[in-house]
C-alpha cells in the first residue's frame, strides 16, 4: 500500500495503483516518492510484451480496462515569460526517446525583471526541466508528452508585471506577462491493474509557492477540462483520464 506520510509530488490514488500492481514500485528521491517499473517487467520485455495486449482486435477491450492519470503537484513557480506548454514540449520532445526519457537537466529559456535601485528591466533566465518515463517505444512517446503539454495547457495563470530602465536622459519602460502553472506534471496509464507506461516532469526556476492545489481544484475535481484535453490524444489511446492534485 502507499505510505501516506512519506512526501510525494504523485497523488496517494497513484501511489496506491502502483504499490498494488504486479509490475510497478514505487522509491525514494529527493523529490519524494515516485513510480517505476519493476526491473525486468519494464517495456520491451517478454513480461511487458505478454502482460499487455498489442493489436487491433483488443483496442476497445483496452480502453474499458484502461485508466490513465493527469497529476499536478501542489507547488506552482513562475514561468516567466515562457508558456508552460512550450518549455515542456521543447525538454520533453529533446530528452524523451524510444523507450525512456533522460533524467539529465534541460533548460528552456525564459525571462524575468531584475529589480536595481530604482531601476528595473528584462533578463534572460532559464528553467531547468527534468524528466522520467518509461513507454512502450516511439509512437507511445508521442502520445505521452503530447498528454503532459495538453494537461499544462490547463490551469495555467498569468500575471502583468511592469518594469521602467532609469537613466539620466530618461526613462525606457514596457510590460512582461508572467505565467504560473505546478512544477510537477505526471501522466499515467494502467491497464488491467498494470502500469502500462508514463512521463513526469518536474521544473524549477525560483522557490515555488505551495497551495495549488486549491487555485485549481474546481479544474481538477471534476478532471473535465484534462480529459477534454487528453482524451482526443491518438484515439483515446488513455481510456477514462482523472485529473488529481497532490
Known amino acids: 500500500m502507499a505510505h501516506p506520510s512519506k512526501r510525494s509530488p504523485h497523488h496517494p490514488e497513484v501511489l496506491g495503483l502502483c504499490e498494488s500492481a504486479e509490475n510497478c514500485e514505487t522509491y525514494d528521491t529527493p523529490q519524494g516518492l515516485m513510480i517505476r517499473f519493476?526491473?525486468?517487467?519494464?517495456?520491451?520485455?517478454?513480461?511487458?510484451?505478454?502482460?499487455?495486449?498489442n493489436t487491433t482486435e483488443h483496442a476497445t477491450l483496452m480502453k474499458r480496462n484502461t485508466q490513465s492519470h493527469a497529476t499536478f503537484g501542489s507547488t506552482s513557480i513562475s514561468y516567466g515569460t515562457t508558456n508552460p506548454c512550450d518549455a515542456l514540449h521543447h525538454c520533453l520532445y529533446d530528452y524523451c526517446h524510444e523507450g525512456s526519457c533522460d533524467p539529465s537537466t534541460c533548460t528552456a529559456d525564459t525571462?524575468?525583471?531584475?529589480?536595481?535601485?530604482?531601476?528595473?528591466?528584462?533578463?534572460s533566465r532559464t528553467l531547468d526541466i527534468s524528466s522520467q518515463g518509461?513507454?512502450?517505444?516511439?509512437?507511445?512517446?508521442?502520445?505521452?508528452?503530447?498528454?503532459?503539454?495538453?494537461?499544462?495547457s490547463k490551469g495555467q495563470q498569468w500575471t502583468q508585471h511592469n518594469w521602467c530602465i532609469r537613466t539620466k536622459e530618461g526613462d525606457d519602460c514596457g510590460t512582461q506577462w508572467w505565467g504560473q502553472q505546478t512544477n510537477f506534471i505526471s501522466v499515467n496509464k494502467f491497464y488491467n491493474g498494470n502500469l502500462r507506461g508514463f512521463i513526469q516532469?518536474?521544473?524549477a526556476m525560483d522557490t515555488g509557492s505551495g497551495g495549488w492545489c486549491s487555485s485549481v481544484s474546481g479544474l481538477l475535481g471534476s478532471a473535465g477540462a484534462i480529459a477534454g484535453a487528453i482524451n482526443p490524444i491518438a484515439g483515446g489511446f488513455f481510456g477514462f483520464v482523472t485529473g488529481l492534485c497532490s
Open 38 to 53: 519493476k526491473a525486468g517487467m519494464e517495456p520491451g520485455t517478454e513480461d511487458y510484451n505478454k502482460r499487455f495486449p
Open 201 to 203: 516532469a518536474q521544473v
Open 111 to 123: 525571462q524575468d525583471i531584475y529589480q536595481q535601485g530604482a531601476s528595473s528591466g528584462p533578463r
Open 134 to 152: 518509461q513507454y512502450n517505444g516511439w509512437d507511445e512517446r508521442d502520445h505521452y508528452v503530447d498528454a503532459v503539454v495538453a494537461a499544462a
